[in-house]
């Protein structure tokens, strides 16, 4: 477990940028609690986790993909020690399940987590 810190007292932060083109994305270091993910789109999709810096290319293999159905609202939670992300956290989604293939501006993203200290 992790040492209280005053630093720790206003997190986790909460990213909620509002609806994007197709993913977020958080760079660096994270501990992660957790997301949820609204999809306005009128079909069902998919939503990629992906531990990387940054978006990767269409077909790239996911950590784990979230079956999303016609304007739902989707969610994952890692519990109060949550998960780590080395490279950083990308959720897009996607119109396949098993590889990347970049969907439309119809999502939008809510994710806790915690910067952490670079080593």
Known sequence: MWADDLGDRNSPLSANPGKLASSFSVSGGLRVYGFSVYSSNVAAQFILVF??????????????????????????????????????????????????????????????YDNLPST
């Open 51 to 112: 531990d990387k810096s940054g978006l990767p290319a269409d077909a790239s293999l996911p950590l784990y993909t979230i079956p999303v159905a016609a304007t739902t609202l989707v969610s994952d939670y890692f519990g109060p020690m949550g998960r780590v992300f080395t490279q950083g956290l990308v959720l897009c989604n996607s119109s396949t399940g098993t590889t990347k293939t970049i969907g439309a501006a119809d999502c939008f993203f809510d994710v806790r």
